[in-house]
């Protein structure tokens, strides 16, 4: 059964701009999102198990429970390390979470910035990773280190698209879904020959049709993405639309919402 | 004397209709007196047209009448006559044979559409529990017994709407457009493909080789991986080039990045199918990791439904191809189901197969560096295609652009 981690929004808010989305004079409607975090929270229990870390006060971002860290091996994590010093306070929140839950908790060296699994997506026997926004190179290789596995490194080339999880999605373990503009050509052509793939046109990528949580055959999509939506469902999955405008203020959606803790 | 009574109904003035029928009639040698006429005294207000038709003989008549048929005339309010198809594979005498318009008969005084309609074929009309269905079929799947609709009483055809003086295809023309400025023409090429897709219908692609040799394939791959094409109809050639140019980087033995033809080039097109027929298939050829890229590879990965009709000059073919004519036309035919606009590039062969199976309402665009082609295509009964002579790279280019952003 899977399992994922998720944060109720109580203290969700947008008080800082650090990315290309955050504009304070565009705050979210909070009792909107929180009507959207638990439309998202139920489709998921549909499909997972779900686990609930407790909100902090003085941290806004911390629903985005995809950059908490990231899963190596079944009862360890290797724990984010943000870039930002806005984000740093939700650190020691979700460290807590993961050792009363009995996980062992590894860290990042302290210069180098390292973002979860907002940052590192498994794809099958491999990961996908991104960098130069968020998460430096060094942490791919650290990451490659612990999770015994080839890390495939991307540069992010767009500012919209500061996370590997907004520009791109792993379908199943041989296609990935991508919105090209957010890399630079090697970064597009280490995708195309290592999967098969499919693309998100900028309208919908701005949309955050990559941040698309996927459970078996089930895609949870932030809603107002038709052409990628009618292309996965030509392909057999169930695409359930979702309604993500007060996260995507903050530059996040159905997937930032959501960390993988087992497949 | 043989006479009969017509009615001509809508907006018949503003739309010339009224005009054009009685200059049909008068061109093909029959009379006519106009036995009433209620003139619409608003825009919203149709008018209404009585119209006795009078021909020296029966041939005459049966002859005009299907002319003007055409244009929304209806005959009577008879029902329509059925009669037994007399063996498999063969219509009724004096069947009549469809055009691509919308088409509706009358039965037991209730007019009924007729299902799937495409151009030459007939109307079989059957009787289910919830009703009288009538459905166009063509001549091989007629079988004994089946009723068929005989003569054109009892027949509407309702005809193409004009082109609105906003529309963005107005300044094409319905002509072939060869100094129109090429640029804007593909924008709304590119805008009625966005319309399409926004109203839940599928977008259709017919494609030539020419696309692979020009080096347009990734343009058309973008589309596809992109999700704006729905189903793509081609011949053993398209899919063998691409899959050429997957494998070996050539088509038609011509390095694509260089336009230098490579020793021993000309044989990697039979090598390719040599490949594709040995993984037991192209959907193979992909789950093999053996094709890893190009048109068809994509068609694949996007799950588009690809029907490759085989013909006569074919190497190999690759084992998806259809080589009984026929079923390949009925695979067509299936394909067609919801398809809301069609681009056929680059093929005269392929354009016309489909053009021919096409409803009018289906908006179309054929695409070719030859003006030829087009005519031939709206010669042959598709008027509602649009032609665009120009070349296929740059076609494809600015329209995956368009689509897709900038490569």
């Known amino acids: 059964m899977t399992r994922v981690l998720m944060c109720p929004p109580d203290h969700y808010d947008l008080r800082y701009e650090i990315n290309a989305w955050m504009h304070l004079e565009n705050r979210p409607l909070l009792p909107l999102a929180a009507r959207q975090w638990r439309m998202l929270h139920e489709q998921v229990q549909q499909l997972a198990q779900v686990e609930l870390v407790s909100p902090a006060p003085e941290c806004p971002d911390m629903v985005f429970t995809a950059n908490a860290g990231l899963m190596v091996g079944e009862k360890a994590v290797l724990l984010s390390r943000f870039r930002h010093p806005e ?6 929140h979700f460290r807590r979470w993961f ?17 979860g699994e907002g940052d590192i997506l498994w794809a099958g026997g491999r990961y996908v990773a991104g960098y130069r926004k968020r998460t430096e190179i060094c942490a791919h290789r650290i990451a490659a280190e612990y999770l015994g596995r080839e890390v495939l490194s991307l540069e992010l080339v767009d500012d919209r698209w500061y996370h590997l999880d907004t520009a791109l999605f792993v379908l199943d373990e041989r296609t990935v879904v991508y919105y090209p503009g957010a890399f630079d050509p090697y970064a597009r052509r280490v995708i195309e020959e290592h999967f098969h793939t499919l693309y998100v046109i900028e309208e919908e990528a701005m949309r955050f049709a990559c941040n698309s949580v996927v459970i078996g055959n089930t895609v949870l999509m932030p809603e107002g993405c038709p052409l990628v939506a009618s292309l996965l469902e030509r392909k057999g999955y169930e695409v359930i639309p979702i309604p993500m405008s007060e996260f995507i203020k903050s530059g996040g959606a159905c997937k930032c919402l959501v960390m993988f803790l087992e497949r | 004397m043989h006479t009969e009574l017509i009615t001509l109904e809508g907006h018949i003035i503003d739309s010339l209709t009224l005009s054009k029928v009685l200059d049909i009639l008068v061109a093909s040698g029959v009379d006519y007196e106009i036995r009433s006429f209620r003139i619409g005294k608003s825009h919203d207000e149709t008018s209404r047209a009585e119209i006795l038709v ?22 009577s309010q008879e029902d329509a006559t059925l009669q037994p198809a007399p063996q498999d594979g063969v219509f009724p005498d004096g069947f009549y044979s469809t055009t691509n318009l919308e088409t509706y008969v009358r039965i037991e005084g209730t007019w009924i559409p007729v299902d799937r309609i495409e151009m030459d074929c007939g109307i079989r009309v059957t009787h289910t529990e919830s009703g009288w269905r009538a459905e166009c079929i063509p001549l091989h799947r007629a079988r004994k017994g089946d009723l068929f609709v005989v003569g054109s009483a009892g027949v509407r055809v309702t005809p193409l709407p004009r082109r609105e003086a906003e529309s963005v295809f107005h300044f094409m023309g319905s002509e072939v457009s ?3 400025p090429k640029a804007r023409i593909v924008q709304a090429v590119a805008r009625a493909v966005r319309e399409t897709k926004l109203k839940g219908q599928k977008v259709l692609f017919v494609g030539g080789p020419a696309i ?37 980087g050539t088509s038609l033995g011509v390095a694509l990045e260089t336009g230098v033809p490579e020793t021993h080039g000309h044989e990697h097109h039979l090598r390719a199918i040599n490949t594709i027929r040995a993984a037991g298939g192209i959907r193979q050829a992909v789950e093999k990791g053996v094709l890893k890229s190009g048109i068809m590879h994509a068609c694949v990965v996007a799950g588009v439904k690809v029907v490759l009709a085989g013909s006569i000059r074919d190497d190999g073919p690759l084992p998806d191809v259809i080589t009984d004519t026929v079923q390949a036309q009925d695979a067509m035919r299936e394909g067609i189901r919801g398809v809301g606009l069609a681009l056929m590039v680059a093929t005269t062969l392929h354009s016309i197969a489909t053009g021919n199976l096409l409803p009018a309402s289906v908006t179309t665009f054929c695409i070719d560096a030859n003006a030829d082609t087009v005519i031939k295509l709206t010669d042959r009964g598709s008027h509602q295609a649009f032609g665009i002579v120009t070349d296929c790279a740059f076609f494809l280019k600015e329209l995956a652009t368009q689509l897709c952003g900038e490569a």
Request: proline letters at 7%; charged letters at 25%.
């Open chain 1, 87 to 92: 984000r740093r306070p939700e650190e020691p």
């Open chain 2, 212 to 248: 692979v040799h020009t080096g347009a394939a990734p343009y058309l791959e973008r589309m596809i991986r992109a999700g704006w094409i729905d189903v793509l109809f081609a011949g053993n050639a398209l899919a063998t080039h691409d899959i050429e140019r997957a494998l070996y």
């Open chain 2, 178 to 180: 060869i100094e129109k």
């Open chain 2, 54 to 75: 009078i021909a020296p003989d029966e041939e005459s008549l049966q002859r005009a009448l299907h002319e003007v048929q055409q244009h929304g005339a209806v005959i």
């Open chain 1, 99 to 115: 050792e009363e839950h009995g996980y062992t908790v590894y860290t990042m060296p302290e210069d180098c910035p390292f973002e």
